[in-house]
């Protein structure tokens, strides 16, 4: 009898990957898909980051290491966390995991009972609610708009609070949106958060330096709320980074403690040459992004344009990370004579069908009216690709 745990069956399939499989599918028969669906640069890892990782190898990093990371890289985050974000963790403060997903999942983990809340704001990454789910949380969603650009405000935050809330998580700038709050609208969100200190705020910063209007603020930076802080970072999107699966946190020392143990027990350390890697791309001066972010800047405003010539796209615009995420209800209901447009899935399943581009559904991260459109690739791919996908919707009546 083939059946897997009850705690498996909880869990969705990130719909992200879906999409991704469904595109390599596709392309192995020979179409020519456009892929806007993963998070993912589509930029190599630089040069210097690449040459501290074959050193490693020569230097032979290849032995277990201490759960929490090399003590020279957790340094060396605590630094990174100084001059970029004026935040005081001491190394012992750091762990470094694989990737910002476990660094997530290990505080969740570490933190939440079967029954605790844990407040999303939505849209939110998909796999928020999914390591929740695991951890036997309740996922407790507050919803936003586009005209707010997707942010919450103190008074929906205080709404959502109860007896039971134990986490809040979001992120900033925020996948799937990429709209990024503000220091005035973290403070505001302090003085609700201060009111209960027993609840914890995983903080996901891990586009920080893709940030098109200015200085990246960190909820942490508020004495306040500073012990109630989680602040998640990595190298994955900045340094364009993912396969090499490094991230950390920065947090109060009980719950760095608390990770550690966590991890001991499922992975150990991380990689030994991707942490060598990793504290080449933290010790660098973050003027080494600069490139990379003015170029996700360039094209978030040549997609942003394209779409704006199609009718029935209503657009944000979004101030970091390299994402669009439209409302496109207004196609629901519509029909092109042989498709129907019931919902956002049926719109990117047409999408991919008929204009042979991958985007994702709003309803895998929390809003049903919307899609996700990533902007990682070539202007010459989102070009073409903003023409098919306008010839096809023109085609909705």
């Known amino acids: 009898m083939k059946e897997v745990s009850n705690r498996l069956n909880r869990l969705a399939e990130s719909a992200t990957l879906a999409m991704a499989r469904k595109t390599r599918e596709l392309k192995e028969k020979g179409l020519d898909i456009i892929g806007l669906s993963l998070g993912e640069p589509d930029f190599d890892t630089p040069d210097f980051i690449k040459d501290a990782a074959k050193e490693a190898i020569d230097q032979n990093y290849t032995k277990y290491m201490a759960v929490n990371g090399y003590a020279d890289l957790r340094e060396a985050i605590s630094q990174k966390f100084k001059r970029d974000n004026n935040l005081d963790y001491k190394a012992s403060q750091i762990v470094v995991s694989t990737g910002a997903k476990q660094s997530i999942a290990n505080v969740v983990l570490s933190l939440i009972n079967p029954g605790d809340e844990v407040i ?21 969603f507050i919803e936003t708009s586009i005209e707010n650009d997707f942010k919450i405000t103190p008074y929906e935050l205080s709404q959502a609070i109860t007896s039971k809330t134990r986490l809040m998580i979001y992120s900033s700038p925020c996948n799937p949106t990429g709209s990024l709050y503000s220091e005035q609208e973290l403070k505001a969100l302090s003085e609700v958060i201060a009111k209960h200190p027993k609840m914890i705020v995983i903080s996901d910063e891990i586009y920080e330096h893709i940030n098109f209007i200015g200085q990246h603020y960190s909820l942490a930076q508020i004495p306040e709320v500073y012990d109630q802080v989680v602040t998640i970072n990595g190298v994955s999107k900045a340094f364009a980074m993912t396969g ?28 030994g040459i991707s942490q060598r890697a990793a504290l080449a791309a933290v010790s660098a001066e973050p003027s080494v992004t600069f490139e990379m972010r003015e170029a996700f800047r360039r094209r978030r405003d040549l997609v942003l344009n394209g779409l704006n010539e199609i009718d029935g796209v209503v657009t944000n615009v979004p101030e970091g990370a390299f994402y669009l995420f439209p409302d496109i209800s207004s196609f629901f209901g519509k029909s092109n004579g042989i498709y129907k447009i019931n919902d956002a899935d049926d719109l990117t399943l047409y999408i991919l ?20 459109i990533s902007y990682a690739a070539s202007d010459e791919e989102l070009i073409e690709a903003i023409k098919r996908i306008k010839t096809v919707l023109d085609k909705l009546s």
């Open 120 to 140: 999303i704001p939505a849209p939110y990454w998909v796999t928020y609610e999914e390591i929740v789910k695991l951890a036997e949380g309740v996922p407790v």
């Open 244 to 271: 090499w699966r490094l991230g950390f946190i920065g947090a109060p020392q009980w719950i760095a403690d608390a990770c550690t143990k966590m991890q001991g027990q499922i992975t150990s350390g991380t990689s």
């Open 353 to 372: 069908n008929e204009a042979l581009v991958a985007l994702v559904s709003g309803n895998a991260f929390g809003a049903p009216k919307c899609v996700r």
